[in-house]
T-cell receptor, first 114, second 113 residues
Framework: DGGITQSPKYLFRKEGQNVTLSCEQNLNHDAMYWYRQDPGQGLRLIYYSQIVNDFQKGDIAEGYSVSREKKESFPLTVTSAQKNPTAFYLC?????????????FGPGTRLLVL | SQQGEEDPQALSIQEGENATMNCSYKTSINNLQWYRQNSGRGLVHLILIRSNEREKHSGRLRVTLDTSKKSSSLLITASRAADTASYFCATDSYSGGYQKVTFGIGTKLQVIP
């Protein structure tokens, strides 16, 4: 059963705490992406990775960090520097970086601040 | 307005009617894609139309692209209650030396049985 998974489905963060969102894909895709979605809004790109051990900042990278040590995994850490982390976080992957390919999305993680 | 801005933001129709959603963008694009999102879920890709294409069909979906007006439309024919979801357009372009995908804010479609 191929696909892209995210965990957990819901995550609660205390003030000043770092939390990590998991994203795993078994589609053998090179490119992976993290987006943030706020209520009634489109998706905004946080970070993306075109290949293992490489990643670039997106439009709203401040307060977030990522790693890409394995092709299958692209975890996102929401640091204490992110002052407004409550949002729906979506991970996506794509075969490569060609503009003719589509992104496949995971089911999302909803992050809430206690 | 932002790149990939959908119109209307909300649409409510009766089952069996057609639903039309529009998307406008600002910069030159390589392609434009439409996605669907059920409440609280990830996005599902519906259709991709390349910049040199004008119309594309997939089942009950029809997408048009007018690059001179920088706009696209998504038509869902004979709508069903299961079509209730948010629909997003995403434009694919090159910006600052790298490929960039920009999503609009979406159209929330409600199909009433």
């Amino acid at each position: 059963d191929g696909g892209i998974t995210q965990s957990p489905k819901y995550l609660f963060r205390k003030e000043g705490q770092n939390v990590t969102l998991s994203c795993e894909q078994n589609l053998n895709h090179d490119a992976m992406y993290w987006y943030r979605q706020d209520p009634g809004q489109g998706l905004r790109l946080i970070y993306y990775s075109q290949i293992v051990n490489d990643f670039q900042k997106g439009d709203i990278a401040e307060g977030y960090s990522v790693s890409r040590e394995k092709k299958e995994s692209f975890p996102l850490t929401v640091t204490s520097a992110q002052k407004n982390p409550t949002a729906f976080y979506l991970c996506a992957s794509k075969v490569g970086t060609s503009s003719q390919e589509t992104q496949y999305f995971g089911p999302g993680t909803r992050l809430l601040v206690l | 307005s932002q790149q990939g801005e959908e119109d209307p933001q909300a649409l409510s129709i009766q089952e069996g009617e057609n639903a039309t959603m529009n998307c406008s963008y600002k910069t030159s694009i390589n392609n434009l894609q439409w996605y669907r999102q059920n409440s609280g879920r990830g996005l599902v890709h519906l259709i991709l139309i390349r910049s040199n294409e004008r119309e594309k069909h997939s089942g009950r979906l029809r997408v048009t692209l007018d690059t001179s007006k920088k706009s696209s439309s998504l038509l869902i024919t004979a709508s069903r209650a299961a079509d209730t979801a948010s629909y997003f357009c995403a434009t694919d372009s090159y910006s600052g030396g790298y490929q960039k995908v920009t999503f609009g804010i979406g159209t929330k479609l409600q199909v009433i049985p």
